[in-house]
Every structure is written in C-alpha cells, then in structure tokens.
C-alpha cells in the first residue's frame, strides 16, 4: 500500500507543475531585470518548500530566499490577524519582496503578509503561488504570479498537507473521501 493509493485523482501533474514554474521563473526574471531589481524570495512554511525549490531554478537573477510562518490566532481566523511563529532573518526593508505561497484560498494570510512588508518598509511587494482559488476570496488581494487557478477542491501534494501527510507527493491531488471522514 503507498500514499499514492489515497489520492483520488491527479489535478496537477509533476510534468505540469515543471512547465509552469519554468514560465513563471522567466516571467520573474524577464520582469524584475527590467525593473533592475533583485527579489528576495519569502517562503511561507511550510507548505510552500517544493514549490519554492522547483520555482528558483528558473529564476536567472541574484535571488536571495528566507522563511517565514505565521498562523493566525486561535478562534480568530476570520479577522486575519497574524502571529509570526518564525520571523525572517534578513531586514525586509528596502528589499523587493516576492511572497512565495503554495495556495491563497480566503486570501486572508497573504493580505495580512503583505501588509506587514509594506509597514517593515520594503520597497515593493509581490505574491507567487502554485495554486489560487479565486472562488474562495474573501479578502480582496490577488496574486501577481499564479501557477494554476483551481475550483474549491480539497488538494493535497506539493507542499499542501491533510494533517501533516501527503506534503512530499510530487504532483497536486483529490484524496479520497476516506482519508478525511
Ligand atoms: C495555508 C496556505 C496558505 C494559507 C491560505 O497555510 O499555505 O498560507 O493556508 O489560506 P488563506 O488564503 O485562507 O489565508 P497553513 O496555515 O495550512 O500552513 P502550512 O503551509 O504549514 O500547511
């Protein structure tokens, strides 16, 4: 028996994921070059790892990453407000920042990033992610980079997890109804 026999179908397969990343890095690269600005890559923890390491090599510029995790506050999730769990290393001040997000669903964590950043001082910011569902939003934010835009599945793979499992699958998936009920 493998993971792989719990998911129900593939929705974004390795090959897919590849392609995608290769357009978007030269979209990055095409579009920061011309700006004259190096981006500094802020890796949402934890789901957004494959995603971030597939994504860079693609990206023909002097890069820098870091990471971050925020969650939001307990019995709160529907004010957006944010506790940093693990603060970036680097000063955001000044820096071209470029979110890195596996998924943006309400929109609310991504907003509230990116309001943070722009307090912090930096001199722009932007938002990569593999996945958007814009059926979801209930914050009004968008993606300046999407990989795929979904309908409101539940998915899983690539970084996005079902209570920890499945973060390490190298293709975005359905699980089976029987893995959550
Ligand atoms: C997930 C995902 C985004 C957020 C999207 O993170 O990685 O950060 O939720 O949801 P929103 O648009 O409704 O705010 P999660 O808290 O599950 O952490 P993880 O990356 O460690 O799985």
Known sequence: MSIRDEVKRVLVTEEQIR?????????????YSERNEKPLLV???????????????YIDLDIQYDFMDVTSYAGTKSTGDIRIIKDLETSAEGEDILIVEDIIDTGRTINAVMGMFRNKGAHSVRVVTLLDKPDRRVVDVRADYVGFEIDDYF?????????????ALPFVGIPKEEVYR
Request: proline share 2%.
């Open 19 to 31: 392609e995608r990343c290769q357009e978007l890095g030269r979209q990055i690269t095409k579009e």
């Open 43 to 57: 890796a949402l923890l934890r789901g957004s790892v494959p995603f971030l390491a597939e994504l860079m090599k």
């Open 155 to 167: 998915v899983i793979g690539f970084g996005l997890d079902y209570n920890q499992r499945f973060r």
